[in-house]
């Protein structure tokens, strides 16, 4: 005869709290929240909003692990938590925090402006040398040139991997994963023409090079981009082109 599990009506959730009005250290609030088995974090967080402290902070919108911003430490883990069920971390109680990394503005919410600057740096967007004119089309794609990309393209900016980096924590400088991941996406692009640009960026000591291979921010990732994977990659084309430089020397024409 099979045991029954039992199923707790209530669960505990430790919450990370920072409000600078009124104190001037991090605490954590707890609160008892029921507990359904279709519920995921960010469902409990909601009650707590809705039902027990309407001041309570943090980041969400779509709910369906597109958007990213609902990242946060689950017990110490980087997670989405609009993807994370509350059973999977029974019996409680469950510690809620802000991503590592990034300075708190208030409760869960975190300032990603270094990553965003940090995207900019790395230009993770389309660059041409020329444009053609729009009469002359689209710019065509084989089903495998899409393919050389289409992995690193699937990133949604959730930052679990700058949270999970240990580099990032310790070297703010550090460009950091995603960034580094976003920027071989448009690199592997055949419609694009910057990888030269981006990697006067990236071969900088801030940038692939500072990378130590942990490869945890692989491991978090929810979309499987493999950032890990992106930053050797990248290395290994840095030391090709290194080793091409000096066999082959730009002329100064």
């Known amino acids: 005869m099979s045991e029954t599990l039992t199923v707790p009506e209530t669960v505990i959730l430790e919450v990370f709290r920072y409000r600078p009005e009124v104190e001037s250290e991090p605490t954590f609030d707890s609160f008892e929240v029921p507990f359904h088995p279709e519920w995921m ?23 369906m692990g597109v958007c990213g911003s609902c990242g946060m430490l689950a017990n110490g883990q980087p997670v989405l938590t609009c993807a994370t069920y509350l059973e999977s971390l029974l019996p409680g109680p469950i510690r809620i925090e802000p991503l590592e990394g990034f300075p708190v503005i208030r409760d869960l919410v975190g300032d990603i402006g270094d990553f965003m600057n940090k995207l900019s740096d790395v230009k993770a967007w389309l660059i041409r040398d020329e444009e053609k004119p729009v009469e002359d089309g689209e710019y065509l794609q084989t089903p495998s040139q899409l393919d050389d990309y289409k992995q690193y393209s699937m990133c949604i900016n959730c930052m679990l991997c700058y949270s999970a980096c240990p580099v990032y924590r310790l070297e703010p400088e550090f ?18 023409e910057g990888a030269e640009e981006r990697m006067d960026v990236l071969s900088q000591h801030d940038g692939i090079w500072g990378c130590t291979l942990v490869g945890e921010c692989t491991e978090v990732c929810p979309k499987g981009v493999d950032p890990a994977g992106a930053i050797q990659r990248y290395k290994v084309s840095a030391t090709m082109d290194y080793f091409k430089s000096l066999l082959m020397p730009r002329s100064s024409s």
């Open 175 to 192: 460009i950091g994963p995603a960034a580094i991941a976003l920027a071989q996406r448009y690199n592997l692009d055949s419609r694009d």
């Open 41 to 63: 974090i960010l469902d409990a967080l909601n009650y707590i909003k809705d039902d027990l402290d309407g001041s309570l902070s943090y980041r969400w919108a779509c709910r």
